[in-house]
């Protein structure tokens, strides 16, 4: 099987001009992207103590493991997850963050795999940011996902919805420049947090936790500023009721955002909340900052690390570093576990 693969996707470490869409195979890109070890030297290098990995081969909702024999699926599905959990995960305790997939065709075997791997230690589960675009029932079918949301919280499972997972990205025109869509991007993920936001399971579940991945933070506030000003003019005829809270605070209280380079997101960090802001890495796609993360980062957060905790491997809210249900240095996968700078290099 040929699984397609545009060089976009893996480009860390190379130069600019090397940049663009052809597809490339396993010897033309860094074995960090697919060899466990060598995933390791490339984080020691940039200065990442801990991670987690977003499926990149099989879709960030694992639309390539959805056949026409269910069976056969949930096979693929369960066994990529005992991989990750198992095999890469398990060769470098305390590196990396396990996350699954989901058996995003059925929602209760989707949360029949969620407890599954629960009981394995994960606590993250990548998802599409809008299953109505993949054909699938809407987040705003609360029945249909019951199952799934409830797993999510009996569980303490962070829901990961990635930029892109659904196959839809926006995009003006079909003869629009390649610049248009890598532009407009984060754009996708503005539209998962509305349409999360104002669904019927963040009302019903106060405990459910969704990370808005790769989308930058900078919107934000205006986004808040938009949705407040919504609930303000119009819920007395939508019939939108947050139980005497502002959608703001409830965005607060549900949701975790990540920026890659955002100068902006991080000086309206307290429009936006600490504790709502993750860093992430993005190796090896061409918004990485890899390997430079460290010292790239360390201008981005001038005159902010006093309300940033510095944990090596990543900058935090200070409370934020117990996404996925796990602080550090607890549970089955603890992060960087008892291990220092010195001792990864």
């Known amino acids: 099987m040929v699984i397609p693969n545009v060089a976009l996707n893996a480009v860390a470490g190379r130069p600019k001009e090397e940049y663009g869409l052809e597809p490339q195979g396993l010897d033309e890109i860094r074995p960090g992207c697919w060899q466990?070890?060598?995933?390791?030297?490339?984080?020691?290098?940039g200065g990442i103590l801990a991670s987690i990995c977003f499926p990149?081969?099989?879709?960030?909702?694992?639309?390539?493991?959805?056949?026409?024999d269910s069976e056969f699926s949930l096979a693929l599905v369960r066994a990529y997850n005992d991989w990750h959990i198992e095999e890469w995960c398990g060769a470098y305790p305390g590196r990396f963050i396990p996350m699954a997939l989901p058996v995003i065709w059925d929602p209760q075997l989707c949360a029949d795999e969620i407890r599954r791997v629960a009981a394995k230690g994960v606590h993250a589960l990548t998802f599409t940011e809008n299953p109505a675009a993949m054909g699938y029932p809407s987040f705003h079918d609360l029945d249909y996902w019951k199952p799934m949301w409830e797993a999510l919280c009996d569980t303490d499972?962070?829901?990961?919805?990635?930029?892109?997972?659904?196959?839809?990205?926006?995009?003006?025109?079909?003869?629009?420049?390649m610049d248009v869509m890598i532009t407009l991007q984060p754009m996708n993920i503005v539209q998962a947090a509305a349409d999360l936001l104002w669904s019927a399971p963040i009302k019903k579940y106060p405990d459910l936790k969704i990370a808005l991945s790769e989308g930058g933070t900078g919107w934000i506030p205006y986004f808040l500023e938009r949705v407040d000003r919504t609930y303000d003019m119009h819920s007395t005829w939508t019939h939108q009721d947050f139980g005497g809270k502002?959608?703001?605070?409830?965005?607060?209280?549900?949701?975790?955002?990540?920026?890659?380079?955002?100068?902006?997101?991080?000086?309206?960090?307290?429009?936006?909340g600490i504790d709502n802001i993750c860093w992430e890495a993005d190796y090896p796609h061409s918004d990485s900052m890899w390997p430079g993360a460290p010292e790239e980062l360390w201008e981005v957060l001038t005159g902010a690390c006093?309300?940033?905790?510095?944990?090596?491997?990543?900058?935090?809210?200070?409370?934020?570093?117990?996404?996925?249900g796990r602080e550090l240095g607890e549970g089955l996968f603890p992060v960087g576990g008892d291990l220092s700078f010195d001792e990864a290099a």
């Open 157 to 177: 499972m962070v829901l990961n919805v990635h930029i892109g997972s659904s196959g839809k990205l926006a995009i003006t025109a079909p003869d629009a420049p």
């Open 56 to 68: 990149s081969f099989p879709g960030f909702a694992g639309r390539l493991f959805v056949t026409e």
């Open 306 to 324: 006093q309300d940033f905790c510095v944990c090596g491997w990543s900058e935090v809210g200070v409370d934020a570093v117990g996404v996925g």
């Open 246 to 272: 502002l959608p703001s605070e409830v965005f607060r209280e549900h949701f975790l955002t990540c920026f890659i380079s955002d100068p902006v997101g991080v000086q309206l960090r307290h429009r936006i």
């Open 36 to 45: 466990v070890d060598e995933r390791v030297k490339d984080m020691n290098a």
